[in-house]
Structures are given as C-alpha cells and as structure tokens.
C-alpha cells in the first residue's frame, strides 16, 4: 500500500469507524423507524391494490420504497453530519493538513456513506423479509441502483456539509429537500395513481427514479423502464459528483 | 531532489488579503534545516495566517512556501507530510481516544504500524501513557493539548511548527513540552515556535523573527537581537528621604518598593553621568543593578506605535 493508498483507507476507516461508534443512533434507529412506517402504512392500507403492479400486494410494493428511503436518509446523513462536526469541532484542520487529496477524500466519504446505506438496507431486508416474501427479480439492478443512489446522495450529502457553516443549516437541507423529496418519490405509492401535474412533477424527482430502479430488482416491473431510471440516477449521480468534488478540490468553506 | 541543502522552509513575498485588510504585506523569509527559529509578534500581527498558510489551511494571495523544497501547493503531499503542526486551538474528533487518534492522524500521512512503537514512545514521554484508551472529550485542556503535539508529530515530520503550545498550559507541561522539544532537535528536526511567552523564546530560539501588521519588522539571531538595542537598565534603591534628580526623571521605567528602574540610552547617558547626578543632587545609593534588556524590550521597542525597523 503506497502513503496515499492508506491515507485513503485510514479515512475510509476513520469515517466507519465514526459512525460505528454510534451505531444505534446511525444504523439502529432509522432501521426502526422504517419499519414502523412499514407496520403502520401495511395495516392502514392493508388489502390496498397498487396500480400497475399485479399479484404484489401493498406490503411487498412498501419495503423497498421504504429501504430506498432509508438508504437515501442514511447516506446524506452520514458525510453532511461528519463535515459539519468536523466544520463546527474544528477537528476537520486534521484533514485539511494532511497529505490527503480531494480524490481520496471524496471516495473514503463516499465509501463509508455506502457501508452505512449497505448496513441499514441489509438490517431492513433481513427483518422485513421475516414476514414479507419478496422476489428478487433483477440483482445485477438491484445493486447497481443502490450503489449509484447511496453514492448520489453521499456526495449530496458532501456539498450540504460542506456549504453549511451551523447545524441548522444541515437540519434545513433534510427537512426541506431530502424528506420531501424522499416523502414524494412515489415510497407508498405508485405515481400512477397521481394526477397529470403531479405525475408529471413526481418525473423530476431523482428520487423517484432511485426508488422506482430499486423495486424494479426486486419485482422485474415498475412505473418507468430501467434504463430511463439508470439515466436519471447516473446523471445525478455525475452531476452531484462533479459538484462535490470541485468542492473538495478548491477547499470550499474550508481553505479560507 | 537533494534535500540536503535546502531550507527547512521557504516563505518568499507571501500576501494575504482578506478584502481591504491585509493581513501579510509580502513577507519573505527563510528557516534554515536544524533551526529553533521563534515566530513572533503581537496579535493581529499575522502569525497565524502564516502559519495557517504553510500547512495548507489557507490559501496565500500571492507568493510561495515551500518546506524542504517541496511547494505546499503544486507539491503539498511532500510537503506535508515533511511537516507537523500544532495547531492554536484545542481541537479534538470526540469519537475516538487516544491511541486510536493517533494511529488515525499516522495512517493520514502514509504511516502503518511501523510507527506504533513511536507512539508509545510519545504517550510515555508527554505524560499520556495512562490516557492511552481514555476518550479525546474525556481529556483536560492540558492532556488535550498533549496528544495536539503527539498527533503533529505522529509521522516524524522534519519541521515542527508549534503556534503557541503553551497558552494556558501548566508549568509541569511546559518542561515537558520543552524537554521533548529540546531532544527532537537535538536529532535534528528544525523546530519554529510562535508564542507569546517571550522568556520561551528568547531561551529556546537560535534566530527570531518579529511580525508586526503583516510586516517582518526584524530577522536575527537572538543574541543579536538583543544585542541591537541602544538601552540598558539601571536600578537603584535609593536611601532614605533622597530624591531623583529632575533631569533622570525621564528616564525613569517603573518604580515599585523604592526600586526605580532607569532605562539608558548607552551613548547618551553613561552610568557615570547618572552617578554624578545623584552625587550633586546629594541623594544616597543604597543598591544599585543594572539589567541588559530582554526580548520582550526588543519586542516592545519594535513593535510600538510608529517604531522603525
């Protein structure tokens, strides 16, 4: 391993190990919370048939909008909350001062965004597939889509910290893009059943995409084709990317 | 590249400009390899923007740094990873303890287990060996301020910059700040110090820089440095019911528990002179000192309001 290989994994690794030590607060809870979600909206619109999707019944159509979610939550989560504490504890100077460059910074974050997506996605199947059948149609898309989609909102996730200088400037990206957008992404229900403007509305929505991609993998069928929803997320995903990393690269907020 | 027989660092006509104010006016200087060079100057005087500057957490207006001839910039992997840095402010990641930190802040630079021993030779010589497991948040200021110095040099930097490690520390870890500090460059680490405890500098530092409003306002040895003031001190208790002549008068400093201090410009008034007057004035001398100025006389003659350099 070359110097910058491992400063590149002792990122990796500090960043995991980061939000491992709080492990019920980054993986637990939002896992409950999703299956709360599940518990509540699976009796409330229990018998509820989805447009579009014959022979699925709501429960199966719910978990994986609701592991999307999460996934999406988490992985913006994890990079804004660590550079804004790291922005706020004045602890980010350690990053700053070492021989560590914008590439490796960008991937060791979105690295360890895609271990916590992984662990909370993993948590939910496992639990929900306790009582949920779900078939597993397309895994090749199944992951491609998670792993472009966690990644998306991880560099998402990287520009929101980074341009933020308070916590209340974090709480206000989630609270009105991230939740909204992941709310109106079509989790509980399929767009199908909306009306022209929103319909229309819900085709702008990257989310939408991500969480319309991933119950494809499962169920072999959803609002849009596959390939329109990769387009979308991969475009995103680059768009974001590219953002994030300029960025890092001219120390955005960081290097005065 | 024959690092041999460069400087340790290279700072050439450095500018920094925060809108209209300008916090470094060109500053230009060179720290040679092996050196405890001391960094000082009042607040504001832009210490810590250079500083700030050479470790990469600021980008310069205009001008260059390099450490080791490697340019912070174009080349700032090789310079940082020539470089250790204690930072002013007592910053911490909560997460992690001691160890963990410090083999965090090695595998930054390049560094594996390699430079495990090392660390425990650090936390045994700076006093942390029973911290060792203890959360970073769990830390008094002063052990916090221990594993700052320890993570600056995890990787063996060559050149160690130390931006006031003493403020607000207690006597015990100063000597122990110091004497670690002494033996490192003993083995050759060229050392820069900016405090403001300038009995520290003048003890431990070989050449002295004075930075005031963005400027160098003096580059010497130190005993050059005190060497170049026209002034020496004279102190003298005087005896009972005796008073100073009017004409010493102005010269007086301070005058505390009978003690007056004199400060004497060398050509112009000799000791001798000063003997007479009292002679004449018919006040007796019960003691008399005299004292050669220190650097914070320097430091106070240069950096005054309208002091040349």
């Given at each position: 391993m070359n110097p910058n290989q491992r400063g590149f994994y002792t990122l990796l690794k500090k960043e995991v190990m980061r939000f491992w030590a709080v492990l019920g607060q980054t993986v637990s809870a939002p896992v409950i919370t999703a299956l709360l979600y599940l518990l509540v909206f699976a009796q409330a619109l229990k018998g509820r048939v989805v447009a579009g999707y014959d022979g699925i019944d709501y429960t199966q159509f719910l978990v994986p909008g609701l592991v999307m979610m999460t996934v999406i939550q988490n992985a913006f989560a994890n990079t804004s909350s660590s550079l804004i504490q790291s922005k706020v504890m004045g602890n980010i100077v350690f990053t700053l001062m070492a021989p560590i460059g914008p590439l490796e910074w960008f991937g060791a974050y979105i690295l360890a965004a895609l271990v916590r997506a992984a662990l909370v996605a993993v948590a939910m199947l496992a639990v929900t597939m306790l009582f949920v059948h779900l078939p597993l149609h397309a895994p090749l898309a199944l992951l491609v889509v998670f792993l472009l989609s966690a990644a998306t909102l991880a560099a998402l996730g990287i520009i929101a910290g980074l341009w933020a200088q308070k916590f209340d400037q974090i709480a206000a990206f989630t609270n009105f893009l991230i939740t909204p957008a992941s709310f109106l992404s079509g989790v509980f229900y399929s767009v199908h059943s909306l009306s022209g403007f929103w319909f229309h509305l819900s085709h702008l929505n990257p989310f939408f995409y991500m969480v319309d991609g991933f119950r494809y993998g499962f169920?072999?069928?959803?609002?849009?084709?596959i390939a329109q929803s990769l387009l979308w997320i991969t475009g995103f995903f680059l768009l974001v990317s590219g953002i994030a990393y300029w960025m890092l690269h001219t120390g955005y907020r960081m290097r005065k | 590249m024959n690092t041999q027989t460069l400087d340790a660092l290279k700072i050439d006509a450095v500018r920094k400009s925060y809108g209209s104010l300008q916090a470094l006016k060109g500053v230009s200087f060179n720290i040679n390899r092996g050196e405890f060079f001391g960094l000082l100057g009042p607040n504001g005087a832009g210490k810590s923007t250079l500083i700030s500057i050479i470790a990469g957490l600021s980008r310069a207006t205009a001008g260059h740094v390099s450490v080791l001839g490697h340019d912070t910039v174009s080349d700032f992997r090789a310079a940082r990873r020539l470089l250790g840095v204690v930072p002013q402010e007592l910053v911490f990641d909560p997460f992690f303890n001691v160890v963990d930190m410090l083999r965090i802040q090695a595998g930054y630079y390049g560094c594996g287990e390699e430079v495990w021993p090392w660390i425990d030779e650090m936390l045994e010589r700076l006093d942390l060996k029973d911290k060792r497991h203890s959360m970073l948040r769990a830390l008094s200021g002063g052990m916090k301020r221990r594993v700052l110095i320890a993570q600056a040099l995890v990787h063996k930097p060559p050149v160690v910059i130390l931006d006031e490690p003493t403020a607000g520390v207690d006597v015990e870890l100063r000597r122990t700040l110091w004497a670690f500090m002494r033996d490192l460059h003993a083995k050759g680490t060229t050392v820069v110090l900016t405090t403001h405890y300038l009995e520290e500098a003048q003890e431990m530092c070989s050449r002295i820089a004075i930075l005031d409003k963005g400027e160098v306002k003096a580059l010497e040895t130190t005993s050059a440095l005190l060497g170049r003031s026209p002034f020496r001190f004279l102190r003298l208790k005087l005896g009972e019911g005796a008073a100073l002549p009017d004409g010493l008068r102005t010269l007086v400093t301070s005058e505390k528990d009978g003690v007056i201090e004199l400060k004497l410009e060398t050509a112009k008034h000799p000791i001798n002179g000063v003997f007479t007057a009292l002679r004449n004035a018919g006040a007796v001398i019960e003691d008399v000192h005299t004292r050669e100025p220190d650097l914070e006389d320097i430091f106070i003659e240069l950096t005054r309001e309208g002091a040349v350099a």
């Open positions: 169920f072999g069928h959803a609002d849009v084709p | -």
